[in-house]
């Protein structure tokens, strides 16, 4: 009898202490699920005219990413607007930024569907963030609650960093995924190659420069200039402060040079 009497209470203390487990286990499972999600993902369709554009030039390409407003990680296009791009930088025109923030409004789109993920390319191996980079994110995006900066290099590697501005603010690094369970959209090369060439000018190397003298030389903003391919003699030919200035920004791209085999990648 004592038996029979104590199976069903210790059936019931089974209960009640598997349920707990139970319960801890799906909530792992649920957070490992929720993990996954956070990435930055890409329609084929973005992925292809992000690479489509890097291709078609040896400088630079930047643009903003268009989202879903409940999936604000899923760039499902990538848009350029008027912009000066050098083999170190992109110079978003100001008016330019304007106008597309106040088409996407028109949209009826939010600003975080159009306005919190920065595109960019780098012509070199290496997707790490410049000095430039890094100033451009902090100026432009600094003040928005979040925004991502992501680059792909051209061997296709990839750095996306998530940042928040609110609270105790920081950042994390995120995966970067194609979705290649979204519909495949039509790779439209004709109006991809309008867009570029009503919005995407090359900056040539030294072409604002009309005055060489070292102390007026120091003093001018460089940050949009690009290197030229026949570098090594026009290295030569610079004044020292230009010599200086180009230096400083090898020391801060390091995917311009390959270490392995000492080749600069201009």
Not at 142 to 170: D, E, I, S, Y
Not at 214 to 226: I, M, N, R
Request: contains cysteine.
């Amino acid at each position: 009898m004592k038996n029979k009497e104590n199976k069903p209470t210790e059936t019931t203390e089974t209960q009640i202490l598997t349920k707990p487990k139970q319960t801890i286990q799906k909530s792992n499972l649920q957070a490992e699920k929720e993990q996954k999600r956070l990435a930055l993902r890409f329609s084929p369709t973005a992925w292809a005219k992000l690479l489509y554009f890097r291709e078609k030039t040896d400088n630079e390409v930047g643009g903003f990413a268009i989202t879903e407003p409940d999936d604000l990680l899923f760039v499902k296009d990538f848009v350029t607007v008027k912009q000066e791009v050098t083999s170190i930088s992109v110079k978003f025109d100001d008016a330019a930024v304007a106008d597309f923030f106040d088409t996407q409004v028109d949209l009826g789109r939010k600003p975080e569907q159009f306005a919190r993920i920065w595109l960019h390319t780098h012509p070199g191996r290496s997707p790490e963030p410049s000095a430039i980079d890094e100033e451009t994110f902090a100026r432009v995006f600094g003040n928005c609650q979040w925004a991502v900066m992501f680059v792909v290099a051209q061997n296709n590697k990839t750095h996306a960093r998530l940042q928040f501005n609110v609270g105790p603010r920081g950042y994390t690094l995120i995966p970067v995924e194609i979705d290649y369970s979204q519909d495949f959209g039509p790779s439209n090369h004709e109006l991809w190659d309008a867009e570029y060439q009503a919005n995407v000018k090359a900056t040539t190397w030294l072409s604002d420069i009309s005055n060489k003298d070292e102390k007026t030389f120091v003093k001018k903003d460089y940050g949009s200039l690009a290197l030229p391919y026949d570098f090594l003699e026009e290295f030569e030919k610079m004044e020292p402060a230009e010599r200086q200035f180009v230096l400083d920004e090898l020391s801060e791209r390091p995917d311009l040079w390959d270490e392995e085999s000492e080749v600069m990648f201009l």
